[in-house]
């Protein structure tokens, strides 16, 4: 399966970080089981793009942890072993996915359709990548 990782510009720009190796760890975190919960597989592809911008990076997953029924103090303690984000933003959500990255790549920038997904979306599951690709 490939995905599409749209990234929040309230974050930075990660994509450089995934492409160094300095990221690598992509995660989710949501008050409701949302997309990519349950759906990300070992040896998937993610496709990475930043919110109002093309697709420039991929990388295969290697591993997922998941992590729900979230409290403060749970929250506290993913943080302590991967300070990913800051704990004020993450901790009222009651789900995380947390998806090992390896083999990043740069790709030959390209468009999107995201008809169907929702125009909030920032995750999208595809069976293959070439069905969203605007050529």
Request: charged letters at 30%; proline letters at 5%.
């Amino acid at each position: 399966m490939d995905h599409i990782a749209i990234m929040s510009k309230q974050f930075g720009d990660l994509i450089p970080k995934i492409l160094d190796g300095r990221k690598k760890i992509e995660s989710r975190w949501s008050k409701n089981k949302i997309v990519p919960w349950d759906r990300v597989r070992p040896s998937d592809t993610i496709y990475f793009k930043n919110s109002g911008r093309l697709v420039t990076a991929k990388a295969t997953v290697s591993k997922i942890l998941q992590f729900d029924s979230l409290d403060p103090a749970k929250v506290k303690k993913i943080l302590d072993k991967w300070p990913l984000v800051s704990y004020e933003w993450a901790k009222n959500k009651r789900y995380c996915t947390l998806i090992f990255l390896k083999n990043p790549q740069k790709t030959i920038p390209f468009k999107i359709n995201k008809t169907g997904f929702g125009s909030a979306a920032a995750w999208l599951c595809v069976e293959d990548i070439e069905k969203v690709k605007v050529q």
